[in-house]
């Protein structure tokens, strides 16, 4: 399986000819949906789903919580389901989106494994099950650095990569990169922009 980034929160996963892609939000290329059969969106915020482009590609089956998935057509998916998309096994995780303060945004959030990768949207939701492949996100309002490490020891991943990070300036990423390679107790790897990575 092959993860590629594709700006901010959104990743997208090949195996074959096989394509899903996970949070194509307003700030990724737009090109991570070419060819996709499927994919899956966290929560309704802008940076994660791009309902303008997601309707130029009809053919596409899109998966996400109840309260959205009627404005994008989509396919409704709830915490502890189980289904497959696009040849992958998918199971949902989470449910709420992390507190900015004063219980905002109090939005829905549903998190995704997929074939071991764990993509928690706007949350920090530790899963039950073993997650090979953590996407961890690295800024946002809502994130704090030492929640994050712990996020990640807590996880427990084979291997970690940085996610949501469009608000960190290149000296932020090199700083978000070396405190989680140093204290997050995983294989951490930044993957550029566009680059992928080959998942064992």
């Not at 899903?20 to 939000?25: A, H, N, Q, R, S």
């Not at 039950?128 to 994130?143: I, K, N, Q, R, Y």
């Not at 650095?145 to 608000?167: K, S």
């Amino acid at each position: 399986m092959r993860l590629t980034k594709y700006g901010h929160a959104c990743v997208r996963l090949e195996s074959g000819d096989q394509v899903l892609v996970i949070d194509p939000g307003v700030y990724s290329d737009p090109a991570c949906l070419s060819g996709a059969t499927a994919v899956l969106v966290t929560h309704e915020h802008a940076d994660h789903v791009d309902a303008a482009a997601l309707a130029a590609h009809p053919d596409a089956t899109v998966y996400t919580h109840p309260a959205l998935a009627p404005s994008l057509g989509a396919v409704p998916v709830e915490v502890g389901d189980s289904f497959t998309a696009a040849g992958f096994a998918v199971r949902v995780v989470g449910g709420r989106h992390a507190e900015i303060i004063d219980g905002l945004p109090g939005c829905a959030n549903v998190g995704y494994i997929v074939d071991g990768v764990y993509h928690p949207g706007d949350s920090l939701f530790v899963p039950a099950e073993p997650v090979d492949t953590l996407l961890v996100p690295a800024s946002g309002p809502w994130v704090k650095l030492g929640e994050v490490i712990t996020f990640a020891r807590e996880v427990r991943p084979a291997r970690a990569f940085p996610i949501h990070d469009v608000n960190l300036s290149e000296i932020g990423q090199s700083q978000f990169d070396e405190w989680l390679d140093e204290t997050a107790g995983t294989a951490y790897a930044r993957i550029p922009l566009g680059a992928s990575a080959d998942l064992a």
